[in-house]
């Protein structure tokens, strides 16, 4: 690493991550998007008007919508510590709807599967979460499935591997041809 590339990786590390892991270890290739791509992520984990239950109900549909193993892996674990019941999990990686969930569990998942499927979510969608969450969580959460369908791409594209010993809970896009 270079001294930028040090500097952002010694900036990450010392921050809540606490390690550099997926998609930042593609991007410190170039430090200022890495600087910049990490600033995000930060303020739309950690920063948003979002519980940590329904951010990683977004990301995780996000990842599955996006056929990410290793976004899937990694936000499973972080779900599974949100209190995200198993049954919740294994639907939204089943890509089916989730029995049981709460009500501001349900439109969030709507919302994510919606703009996740559709590019955009309906009048209707729209309208629930809005009046439910407000206008600054709508925005939140809204760049928060943009961003981690970047993550995802990212991923994806560079192989970032899971780790040592972890089966992927589906195969990656670029594999599916091969089955």
Not at 69 to 86: D, L, N, Q, S, V
Not at 142 to 153: D, K, N, R
Request: glycine letters at 6%.
């Amino acid at each position: 690493m270079d001294a930028a590339q040090r500097a952002v990786y010694d900036k990450i590390v010392s921050g809540p991550r606490g390690k550099i892991q997926g998609p930042l270890r593609a991007v410190l290739h170039n430090a200022e998007l890495a600087d910049r791509w990490q600033a995000f992520g930060a303020l739309l984990r950690y920063g948003t008007s979002l519980p940590p239950r329904l951010s990683e109900i977004a990301i995780l549909v996000t990842g599955r919508a996006c056929r990410s193993p290793f976004e899937w892996y990694a936000h499973r674990i972080e779900g599974e510590r949100a209190g995200i019941e198993p049954p919740i999990i294994d639907a939204l990686l089943a890509q089916t709807e989730p029995p049981g969930m709460s009500q501001d569990d349900a439109l969030v998942w709507r919302y994510a599967v919606e703009l996740n499927r559709d590019k955009s979510v309906s009048n209707a969608t729209y309208a629930a979460v809005l009046q439910r969450f407000g206008e600054r969580t709508v925005v939140e959460l809204t760049a928060l499935i943009g961003y981690y369908t970047m993550v995802a791409m990212t991923l994806n594209c560079h192989e970032i591997p899971l780790p040592e010993g972890v089966q992927p809970a589906f195969p990656l896009p670029q594999h599916e041809a091969l089955r």
